[in-house]
């Protein structure tokens, strides 16, 4: 039912190119609709490769590159693109049993695989086994055919019903396994939907055919099918394209049989009684034979699911989910996208196909892990290189930039007769031959000012500080098969990106991950000794998730363990400590419950304990459970506006005079380093008040987008 859009977009594709001197600005009806019976011609199977079993009307055929196709996508040297023995995948159509939504994808599936499509006649009366057969036919004649070919069945809407169905049916009776499947919008969420009414309902319409043609006026059926089709198809972009095609048109020169002609495409491609069919046979029989049972079984077979997030007629996004959770499958979830979510301009299906991991079928990560087994295992405390400066750039203005024109920061460093200044000149240089540093902080609320550390060290001083982090932020970091990346990889396979997107950055990596690539690791007594070791700074919060989800008054509080560990680890390794006492982000927020007032509460704060109690603990003295992973309720508070937040890196303590072993000089030490930060909190919150943007946040921020550059706060002489 939505073969007549592909056709519609591809028109309105082509009004947005510039105009020429041979460019009309409009186009007319009877070009829209000769533009109609062309793609159909075009999608009718070369007679020399079709085959065809005991239903005749039941067709596979093979598509040819086209000679005039560009191919866009990009793969490394090792492709199969100009190889005869290249990887099969057969297409399965929707509804309308052409595949018309899928034919902009076959020029490019063609030229890096044999790529068959399965065509289905408009009267046909299969049932849905009966085509289930003849696809398992079709496969085990080309097996036969092909000794050891890989077949990978790409199953679009009611193909993506079909797929399932044929791969159970080659693994249990025939012993077949498939390569791969591509599950494209499935209609396995069939029973999420109300279509088992609204199909049926849609065909009766049939009925009011004849007088229509008398009148010579469109059916209702044709009518009816394609206002459903426009509400529930095409997703807001393709809409608007849509309709730019058709305001193109002059409406003067729409003459009655052409409008007819054009709404009876409909009627002939796909006839009411051919949908009455397809609906009750196909895709309500299909969705109660292939059940969750079964499809758990097919585990086994890598399976990638795309899926438009805002389709309307299916609810794919959440059956994406569903099949990730079953089958184990790769998901890709395109943003903005409906039911026709092969649009070109959105999702590149060769490259998705090319660069799944679990199907693989150019075998480019095996072959690329097979590459890497041979090498040195990675090791995070000494391999890790900090990006690229342009990565650095980009990752602060995607990732911290928008903190610091709501929080305003300001940095001061003290030297080391504890006088303050304005800037990080006075932190201890970092050059060959130096000793290392640790920096020891107070976490903020939910640590939300680590990214503001990190970059301000980095663009003001060049100076890295590797993070120790909660074991939780590094749960399922990266797969030992995500660490293989190929050569000319695309940040997002699969998705077709007309620009830098932010969001598609930051989807991709996520916070976790961009923690790992600037060089945090999980907070260990090892990786903390074997980074000091390797004369690497470090960056540690010893009051852990206590400060971080911190109760009402306790944002300047320090909540460490009595243990003087980390300062005799420093001391043994002779590195330099320098306290950093942060304030302020704690004033953006109302804590309206601390986390331990939220475990007391009746039905509710059960579940939320037992939650916390399934988290990792951090320290490795503790056990999972010991440490409350909640954080507050909280509210923003809007009115006033976000605090300004001020850092400032205490006086270094020269440790290469302490020894590690004298444990009373080391406890005297990491007394001092609680007090110096303890003196941060406290020379900035009687400093706070004489900042002139204290008391008008939102004048603050309103006046730095204006200016662009920081309003000025306290002079420095204020902490001094």
């Known amino acids: 039912m939505r073969n007549i859009l592909p056709v519609l977009l591809a028109l309105g594709q082509q009004q947005e190119a510039p105009p020429s001197t041979t460019t009309k600005l409009t186009t007319s009806y009877t070009d829209v609709i000769s533009q109609f019976q062309k793609v159909y011609d075009d999608m009718k199977p070369d007679p020399a490769t079709v085959q065809s079993f005991s239903v005749p009307s039941i067709q596979f055929s093979m598509v040819q590159p086209s000679s005039s196709s560009i191919t866009t996508t990009t793969i490394d040297d090792n492709s199969n693109k100009n190889k005869t023995n290249k990887p099969m995948a057969l297409y399965l159509p929707g509804l309308d049993g052409r595949g018309i939504s899928g034919a902009s994808q076959f020029d490019d599936l063609s030229e890096m695989f044999d790529l068959w499509r399965m065509t289905v006649d408009v009267q046909d009366t299969s049932t849905f086994s009966e085509l289930a057969n003849q696809v398992v036919e079709f496969i085990r004649l080309q097996q036969q055919q092909q000794e050891n070919v890989e077949i990978t069945l790409l199953g679009e809407s009611f193909g993506g019903l079909l797929a399932p169905m044929v791969a159970l049916k080659l693994k249990n009776n025939h012993g077949i396994q498939l390569k791969g ?44 099918g394609g206002v459903m089709l426009s509400a529930l198809i095409p997703d807001a972009n393709q809409l608007q394209r849509l309709l730019q095609t058709i305001l193109n048109v002059p409406l003067n020169e729409i003459p009655l049989d052409a409008m007819k002609q054009g709404f009876d495409i409909l009627e002939t491609q796909l006839p009411p009684e051919t949908v009455y069919h397809r609906v009750s046979e196909w895709m309500l029989v299909g969705s109660q034979l292939v059940t969750e049972k079964r499809l758990k079984s097919l585990v086994e077979i890598p399976t990638l699911v795309i899926a438009g997030k805002e389709d309307a007629f299916l609810p794919s996004a959440k059956e994406a989910r569903r099949l990730e959770k079953l089958m184990q499958a790769e998901t890709i979830i395109v943003e903005g996208a409906g039911h026709f979510v092969l649009d070109p301009t959105r999702v590149n299906l060769t490259e998705a196909l090319i660069y799944s991991r679990k199907i693989d079928p150019l075998h480019l990560y095996e072959k690329a892990k097979q590459q890497q087994a041979t090498k040195k295992k990675y090791d995070m405390i000494t391999d890790w290189r900090l990006p690229s400066p ?168 320090l909540f460490w363990q009595p243990e003087a560990d980390f300062v005799r680890t420093a001391v043994k390794l002779n590195a330099t400590i320098v306290p950093l006492s942060s304030v302020g982000l704690a004033d953006s927020f109302d804590i309206l419950l601390s986390n331990r007032q939220l475990v007391e509460l009746p039905i509710v704060g059960e579940n939320l304990r037992n939650v916390s109690q399934r988290t990792i603990a951090a320290r490795f003295d503790q056990q999972a459970g010991d440490e409350l992973f909640l954080p507050p309720l909280f509210f923003p508070k809007v009115v006033e506006g976000p605090a300004r937040q001020y850092f400032v890196f205490g006086k270094p303590f020269d440790t290469s005079h302490y020894s590690h072993k004298d444990t009373d000089k080391c406890r005297d030490l990491y007394q001092a380093v609680q007090s110096e930060l303890n003196r941060g909190f406290d020379d900035v919150l009687e400093a706070r008040p004489k900042d002139p943007s204290h008391a008008n946040r939102w004048g603050r921020v309103l006046q730095e987008r204006l200016l662009q550059k920081p309003v000025p706060t306290f002079g420095v002489d204020e902490l001094n």
């Open 181 to 224: 499947m591509v599950l494209i919008n499935p209609a396995t969420s069939f029973d999420d939907t109300n279509w088992d009414q609204l199909g049926p309902l849609l065909s009766y319409l049939r009925v009011f055919r004849r007088p229509s043609q008398q009148l010579q006026l469109p059916t209702p059926y044709s009518v009816l």
């Open 390 to 557: 342009e990565e650095i750039k980009q990752t602060i203005a995607d990732n911290v930039e928008s903190n610091r024109q709501l929080t305003s920061p300001v940095f001061f460093s003290t030297s080391t007769e504890g006088k303050r200044f304005k800037g990080l000149g006075q932190l201890p240089s970092t050059s060959d031959g130096q000793n290392p540093i640790v920096f020891v902080a107070n976490h903020q609320l939910f640590g939300l000012d680590l990214g503001l550390i990190i970059a301000q060290l980095l663009e003001e001083r060049n100076m890295t500080a590797r993070g120790l982090g909660h074991p939780i932020l590094f749960n399922n970091n990266f797969t030992k098969d995500e660490l293989v990346v190929l050569p000319n990889q695309p940040a997002t396979p699969g998705l077709v990106t007309h620009h830098d997107d932010k969001q598609l950055r930051q989807r991709q990596g996520g916070q976790n991950r961009l923690f790992t690539k600037f060089g945090a690791v999980p907070v260990t007594p090892r990786n903390y000794y074997r980074l000091l070791q390797s004369g690497q700074n470090v960056l540690l919060f010893p009051g852990g998730v206590r400060e971080t989800f911190h109760g009402p008054d306790e944002a300047h509080k």
